[in-house]
């Protein structure tokens, strides 16, 4: 009853100290005409109403029962008395626990003459969860281990509590163990466990935080939430469609945050970003994701080179230390200069072996084939000399090259070795001139020993071609030990005016936007929208890492007339998809632009992942599939009868789900 009273009587107080506070506010508002606010944060803070001072340590062990992680214990902590939890690692000539948790190992030595202490030890399993209490204490010399970052102490346990019992795992938890990656992927949980795994999440947590920082604290960005469910989008990829209780209507998973992120601009909100959750239907595509995690950015009143720099002061403030420092700025290229140079607009620029046009070298030839390439519209000849390959690649190496180009391309590939004495060694070297020899060797730098990879049709085939060969023939040059790629560089790319419009694959005379809808003409070619669409280029860039696009953006149509035409002239779309969009644009749009990061392939390529599914908690399967859970699961025709859909069986599956 007294400390109902005396909490009762507090609020009382408070109560009465906040009311002659607004009171007071309001009288110094009107005299002084100063913000009622101000006026009444000052009020607050003069109350004292403030939260006591936390006396607990800050840092992973705050709030915790333990007193020191695993990782974390040295020399200098000896004779202290800890309290350990985590998981056994290793049991040691039944001396010795291994204890493990995220920050590393720390031994424990189990006293002989604890009777005790040896029976736990004796029922202990590997994998179980177990707390330790004992003093920290040098190992004796001679025996650290060098190799553990703990490695000059050992814990001398007092108690030993197991926690939790661990039943056989279907593999262990050990970095130098393979596993398949559908066992992994099935049990996830215990995956995760490994060291590289927690290493790869806790990175990734600590860079998303310096980004938030970098974009919140030094650039005044808003962190706004955009909604999940919403409609389809014209163009891009396929979406993810969600039933609604209303016959036939669905709403669409969203690709990216695109129209959220252009209203804001609209809304006068000025900077945007958000960590936004992306949804793309795209079947069975290696080393994709059907939902995964970009950072969203857009500005109003920016111009190209002002997100660019934007991005690069992002990059180098968030990038971990460890990795190495990151310059400024970036290195830009068109978007021909890249197909021109590397046969590809995301080129790995860690090594050299440019494509080369030696379309001049064979301006005469009586070649039937070279000839044949040169007469057709934007025919050309093409050459890219691969170091040393002429002496390292085997027979083998050649053939897939010639198969790659085959099967992807439906081109033949002329394969020239250079021998000692400066001539070349192929079926095609005999209908070769020395003047022919001679032009070739001098246009490619080439030397005795190099390989000549040639290729002749038209500029949209064979650069896509060689472009693809040069990746080939890197990665069959390191397989031979050579030294190509540098795996601890990380070369940044930026790659600029790409064209607004494609024409439309299996659709003649059509067109379809090169990157998407919204992306504005570069000034120079505005005129040309209206006339000739193929010649425009788009203000739209990307950001390229050692070959991999890691983000890609624009500055956006912000006029609706503009926006418009694009849409139902150009591109022959049904506008009213995006009558919203075009109201909002039309309601005074200001000019504005930005740039998504993609968050799992950058962690990726920062940590040398083979795949992305490294980076990503809970990532799905190479077909989209949770092996974990196994979603996507059926739904009973009850549970779907809400929605008004039915489900039409296949018949295989028709037969398998009566079974």
């Given at each position: 009853?007294?400390?109902?009273?005396?909490?009762?009587?507090?609020?009382?107080?408070?109560?009465?100290?906040?009311?002659?506070?607004?009171?007071?506010?309001?009288?110094?508002?009107?005299?002084?005409?100063?913000?009622?606010?101000?006026?009444?944060?000052?009020?607050?803070?003069?109350?004292?109403?403030?939260?006591?001072?936390?006396?607990?340590?800050?840092?992973?062990?705050?709030?915790?029962?333990?007193?020191?992680t695993?990782?974390e214990?040295?020399?200098?902590?000896?004779?202290?008395k800890?309290?350990?939890?985590?998981w056994?690692?290793?049991?040691?000539?039944?001396?010795?626990v291994?204890?493990?948790d995220?920050?590393?190992?720390?031994?424990?030595?189990?006293?002989?003459?604890?009777?005790?202490?040896?029976?736990?030890?004796?029922?202990?399993?590997?994998?179980?969860?177990?707390?330790?209490?004992?003093?920290v204490?040098r190992?004796?010399?001679?025996?650290?281990?060098?190799?553990m970052?703990?490695?000059?102490?050992?814990?001398?346990?007092?108690?030993?509590?197991?926690?939790?019992?661990?039943?056989?795992?279907?593999?262990?938890?050990?970095?130098?163990?393979?596993?398949?990656?559908?066992?992994?992927?099935?049990?996830?949980?215990?995956?995760?466990?490994?060291?590289?795994?927690?290493?790869?999440?806790?990175?990734?947590?600590?860079?998303?935080?310096?980004m938030?920082?970098?974009l919140?604290?030094?650039?005044?960005?808003?962190?706004?939430?955009?909604?999940?469910?919403?409609?389809?989008?014209?163009?891009?990829?396929?979406?993810?469609?969600?039933?609604?209780?209303e016959?036939?209507r669905?709403?669409?998973?969203?690709?990216?945050?695109?129209?959220?992120?252009?209203?804001?601009?609209?809304?006068?909100?000025?900077?945007?970003?958000q960590?936004?959750?992306?949804?793309?239907?795209?079947?069975?595509?290696?080393?994709?994701?059907?939902?995964?995690?970009?950072?969203?950015?857009?500005?109003?009143f920016?111009?190209?080179?002002?997100?660019?720099?934007?991005?690069?002061?992002?990059?180098?403030?968030?990038?971990?230390?460890?990795?190495?420092?990151?310059?400024?700025?970036?290195?830009?290229?068109?978007?021909?200069?890249?197909?021109?140079?590397?046969?590809?607009?995301?080129?790995?620029?860690?090594?050299?072996?440019?494509?080369?046009?030696?379309?001049?070298?064979?301006?005469?030839?009586?070649?039937?084939?070279?000839?044949?390439?040169?007469?057709?519209?934007e025919?050309?000849?093409?050459?890219?000399?691969?170091?040393?390959?002429?002496?390292?690649?085997?027979?083998?190496?050649?053939?897939?090259?010639?198969?790659?180009a085959?099967?992807?391309?439906g081109?033949?590939?002329?394969?020239?070795?250079?021998?000692?004495?400066?001539?070349?060694?192929?079926?095609?070297?005999?209908?070769?001139?020395?003047?022919?020899?001679?032009?070739?060797?001098?246009?490619?730098?080439?030397?005795?020993?190099d390989?000549?990879?040639?290729?002749?049709?038209?500029?949209?085939?064979?650069?896509?071609?060689?472009?693809?060969?040069?990746?080939?023939?890197?990665?069959?040059?390191?397989?031979?030990g050579?030294?190509?790629?540098?795996?601890?560089?990380?070369?940044?790319?930026?790659v600029?005016?790409?064209?607004?419009?494609?024409?439309?694959?299996?659709?003649?005379?059509?067109?379809?936007?090169?990157?998407?809808?919204?992306?504005?003409?570069?000034?120079?070619?505005?005129?040309?929208?209206?006339?000739?669409?193929?010649?425009?280029?788009?203000?739209?860039?990307d950001?390229?890492?050692?070959?991999?696009?890691?983000?890609?953006?624009?500055?956006?149509?912000?006029?609706?007339?503009?926006q418009?035409?694009?849409?139902?002239?150009?591109?022959?779309?049904?506008?009213?998809?995006?009558?919203?969009?075009?109201?909002?644009?039309?309601?005074?749009?200001?000019?504005h632009?930005?740039?998504?990061?993609?968050?799992?392939?950058?962690?990726?390529?920062?940590?040398?992942?083979?795949?992305i599914?490294?980076?990503?908690?809970?990532?799905?399967?190479?077909?989209?599939?949770?092996?974990?859970?196994?979603?996507?699961?059926?739904?009973?025709?009850?549970?779907?009868?809400?929605?008004?859909?039915?489900?039409?069986?296949?018949?295989?599956?028709?037969e398998e789900?009566?079974?």
């Amino acid at each position: 009853m007294t400390i109902r009273m005396t909490t009762l009587l507090q609020r009382t107080r408070l109560l009465l100290r906040a009311h002659i506070c607004h009171r007071t506010a309001i009288a110094t508002s009107v005299q002084g005409h100063l913000p009622m606010k101000t006026i009444l944060k000052k009020c607050y803070l003069s109350t004292n109403h403030k939260r006591p001072a936390s006396s607990s340590p800050m840092g992973p062990c705050s709030v915790s029962l333990r007193s020191h992680t695993c990782g974390e214990l040295r020399p200098e902590h000896a004779g202290e008395k800890v309290a350990l939890y985590g998981w056994v690692q290793y049991l040691r000539q039944d001396l010795f626990v291994i204890l493990r948790d995220y920050s590393g190992l720390t031994q424990v030595l189990i006293s002989q003459d604890d009777g005790s202490l040896k029976e736990k030890l004796g029922e202990l399993t590997v994998e179980s969860v177990v707390k330790v209490t004992g003093t920290v204490r040098r190992r004796p010399e001679g025996q650290e281990n060098t190799n553990m970052p703990t490695g000059d102490i050992e814990v001398l346990a007092e108690n030993l509590e197991v926690l939790n019992t661990c039943r056989k795992l279907p593999f262990e938890i050990k970095d130098f163990v393979k596993k398949s990656e559908a066992l992994r992927m099935q049990y996830r949980y215990l995956d995760l466990r490994s060291s590289h795994m927690q290493q790869n999440l806790r990175l990734r947590s600590q860079m998303s935080m310096r980004m938030r920082e970098y974009l919140c604290h030094q650039h005044g960005f808003v962190d706004v939430e955009t909604p999940t469910l919403f409609k389809r989008t014209p163009g891009g990829a396929k979406e993810f469609l969600v039933p609604s209780r209303e016959p036939g209507r669905f709403y669409s998973l969203p690709q990216s945050p695109q129209q959220f992120k252009q209203l804001l601009m609209v809304a006068g909100v000025d900077r945007y970003f958000q960590f936004a959750r992306c949804y793309r239907d795209e079947g069975s595509k290696p080393d994709r994701q059907p939902e995964f995690t970009q950072v969203d950015i857009e500005m109003s009143f920016v111009e190209q080179a002002g997100v660019m720099a934007l991005v690069e002061g992002l990059l180098r403030y968030s990038w971990p230390p460890e990795l190495g420092g990151l310059s400024q700025p970036f290195p830009c290229i068109t978007y021909s200069e890249a197909m021109r140079d590397y046969g590809s607009d995301k080129p790995d620029t860690r090594f050299h072996m440019k494509l080369v046009d030696i379309s001049e070298v064979f301006v005469n030839t009586k070649i039937e084939f070279l000839k044949s390439a040169l007469g057709q519209s934007e025919g050309s000849i093409q050459a890219i000399c691969v170091p040393d390959g002429g002496r390292l690649f085997k027979s083998k190496d050649l053939e897939a090259l010639k198969e790659t180009a085959r099967s992807v391309f439906g081109q033949e590939l002329s394969v020239l070795a250079v021998r000692p004495e400066g001539t070349l060694k192929s079926p095609l070297s005999k209908h070769l001139s020395p003047s022919d020899t001679e032009g070739l060797l001098g246009e490619t730098g080439a030397r005795p020993g190099d390989l000549l990879l040639v290729s002749a049709c038209s500029l949209h085939t064979v650069r896509p071609l060689l472009g693809k060969l040069r990746l080939q023939c890197a990665e069959l040059l390191e397989a031979r030990g050579v030294a190509l790629r540098d795996p601890t560089a990380f070369h940044f790319l930026w790659v600029v005016d790409f064209p607004l419009f494609l024409p439309k694959e299996g659709e003649p005379g059509s067109l379809e936007s090169a990157h998407h809808p919204f992306t504005a003409p570069v000034a120079q070619d505005a005129h040309l929208v209206y006339t000739e669409p193929l010649q425009v280029r788009g203000q739209h860039y990307d950001l390229v890492l050692n070959g991999s696009e890691v983000g890609g953006g624009s500055i956006r149509i912000h006029k609706a007339a503009e926006q418009l035409h694009v849409l139902k002239n150009i591109l022959k779309e049904d506008v009213t998809v995006l009558s919203h969009l075009l109201e909002a644009l039309d309601s005074g749009a200001p000019p504005h632009g930005g740039i998504a990061l993609g968050l799992d392939r950058l962690i990726s390529l920062m940590v040398r992942a083979p795949s992305i599914r490294d980076v990503i908690a809970f990532p799905k399967s190479f077909r989209g599939h949770d092996l974990m859970s196994q979603a996507p699961d059926y739904v009973s025709e009850e549970d779907l009868k809400p929605y008004h859909i039915s489900v039409t069986w296949p018949p295989a599956k028709t037969e398998e789900k009566l079974k």
